[in-house]
């Protein structure tokens, strides 16, 4: 695999993770279906949405069953200028796949991801998540 690694206080990132990304079909369908099966779909007026049932997506699922995380949420930004998430803490470790579009991510510094990339944060790290294009991504606690 022509994984890259970049390790920084515990923060790990890995470039072009090598397998089959979800498309922006398959993101609109995860939304639509969780929206029909009356899920909590979390939004705002800025384009964003998440949903809770990205293990849905084959290609997620593959990859969720291979990290063992519990489960898979999708986070979807529209607007390039979207909100996503501000600084917070997670209590858990958190693998964040990104399928589609960039993201910046702080941490103890700037990620910029790009389509296959992963990056993990461990539990109680303040991160900061902003999109830098229409993107699409998944969340994975362990």
Known sequence: MGIKKQ??????VIRKFELNTPSWQDVINNVNNSIQKGDLIKSNDRGFFVSHRAYEILEV?????????????LYVNFLYDGDAFPK?????????????GKTKWVVDKEYILEPGDLIKVPKNTSHEVKPLTARAGISFGI
């Open 7 to 12: 390790h920084r206080q515990n923060i790990e």
């Open 61 to 73: 699922d593959m990859v969720r069953k291979k990290l063992k995380a519990n489960g898979a949420h």
């Open 88 to 100: 917070h803490q997670d209590n858990v470790d958190v693998i964040f796949w990104q399928i589609i």
